[in-house]
């Protein structure tokens, strides 16, 4: 397989495999070093270090939060400069409570020798409160 090292390629290629489902890209697309910061007052709220905790705690943690086979991702678009990335996307699912899961999300992501290294996600954190985190 052909590792590419463009950050745009490296960022659509992770957004496709999360839309997938294809685990083993999602893991390869991070850096071990990598961080995740979801910024806001969820209970998911802070800086993810390591891929470990990315893609099983933080990315897998979410997964039981939906009715399997429901999760619908679409990116929206990308703009690239140098090794940063910003990329748009929507999150739909029907969650395990009866809801209905729909955000529009954006991230700021960093891709160093072909490996994201660093994201900030922005999203209607309101809406994941209410939808995700009823009693919290």
């Not at 090794?83 to 991230?107: F, H, I, M």
């Not at 922005?122 to 995700?132: E, K, Q």
Request: hydrophobic content about 40%; overall charge negative.
């Amino acid at each position: 397989m052909t590792i590419t090292t463009d950050p745009r390629t490296v960022v659509v290629r992770y957004v496709e495999a999360v839309r997938d489902g294809d685990a083993d890209v999602i893991r390869d697309s991070f850096a071990e070093e990598a961080t995740w910061h979801y910024p806001g007052d969820l209970p998911v709220s802070k800086v993810w270090r390591g891929r470990r905790a990315i893609v099983e705690e933080f990315l897998g943690g979410m997964g039981p939060a939906f009715v399997p086979g429901t999760l619908e991702i679409e990116l929206i678009g990308t703009i690239a400069e140098g090794d940063r990335v910003v990329a748009e996307w929507t999150s739909k699912a029907r969650t395990v409570r009866g809801g209905t899961y729909d955000n529009r999300c954006l991230g700021i992501f960093t891709v160093r020798q072909g490996r994201i290294v660093s994201v900030v996600e922005y999203a209607d954190t309101r809406h994941v409160a209410a939808v995700l985190f009823p009693e919290g």
